[in-house]
């Protein structure tokens, strides 16, 4: 996070079916009911422009696209959000919590379709404008599983799968391995969770590690409200 934010930028990660979406959400709730100035947000998406973005990422119909033009939609995605949604909201001293941020890109772009590292990273550091996560929440689940979970929930929904979900069980490998070293790379930053766990219990190990690490910087979601004012 640049020196200019106040808040606090808590980012979840994780595989197709790791259940990143739902425990981010859980966590939303949580905290504003708890009275935390708290936003919800995703990628690709979080603004009208990220969200038309992730419409054509997401439809199989662009099962031809390549990866480098992958890349760069994603990352127009993250322009438009950082600088509209993200940056504004922990600026004025609030939390932010995103489904997916800049490691997904690193780890499905860069080790799951294998583009050059160096130039991801340096595609995701121009992309985020110097926003960067103070705390990441890798789910991590084996690739079976997680497909396992996302073909019962396209079966369930009687839906087709997404473009991403069409991949193969080796592009997931990849992309979890990836996610892996990325967390070794920053053991500060990343909280390892094992989600093939019962929903509650992940929910729980989130919960409490979220709510430590917010007392030790604030005390008090009271705190949180008029930090714009104290600094």
């Given at each position: 996070m640049s020196k200019e934010t106040r808040g606090f930028f808590i980012t979840f990660e994780g595989i197709e079916g790791a259940g990143k979406s739902t425990q981010a959400r859980r966590l939303f709730e949580v905290l504003q009911g708890k009275g935390y100035p708290v936003i919800f947000t995703r990628e690709p998406g979080g603004t009208p422009v990220?969200?038309?973005?992730?419409?054509?990422?997401?439809?199989?119909?662009?099962?031809?696209?390549?990866?480098?033009v992958e890349l760069f939609l994603f990352s127009a995605s993250r322009v438009q959000h950082a600088e509209r949604v993200i940056r504004p909201a922990l600026e004025e001293g609030q939390i932010v919590i995103c489904d997916r941020f800049y490691d997904a890109t690193l780890a499905y772009q860069g080790y799951g379709r294998e583009l050059h590292l160096t130039m991801v990273r340096e595609i995701n550091e121009t992309s985020a404008w110097?926003?960067?996560?103070?705390?990441t929440f890798l789910l991590d689940i084996e690739p079976y599983h997680g497909l396992s979970r996302v073909r019962s929930r396209v079966e369930e929904n009687e839906k087709e799968a997404d473009r991403i979900e069409h991949e193969s069980m080796a592009f997931f490998e990849r992309v979890r391995q990836g996610y892996l070293a990325i967390a070794y790379d920053e053991p500060q930053r990343f909280r390892r969770v094992d989600s093939a766990a019962d929903l509650d219990v992940v929910h729980g190990q989130i919960l409490d590690t979220t709510l430590r690490e917010l007392g030790r910087r604030w005390g008090d979601p009271n705190r949180l409200a008029i930090s714009s004012l104290d600094l």
């Open positions: 990220g969200e038309a973005i992730r419409g054509i990422l997401a439809d199989p119909v662009y099962h031809d696209m390549l990866p480098l110097n926003v960067r996560p103070d705390m």
